[in-house]
């Protein structure tokens, strides 16, 4: 296994992730709740 590879791999789907549900936006979800 190559950590580095994995690490990246990671790192995109965050990356992926926060841009789909930015971390704003989900902090104003959980106040609402």
Known sequence: DNPNLMNGFVMEINQAL???YPIE????QKVEE
């Open 18 to 20: 926060q841009e789909k």
């Open 25 to 28: 936006r989900r902090i104003g």
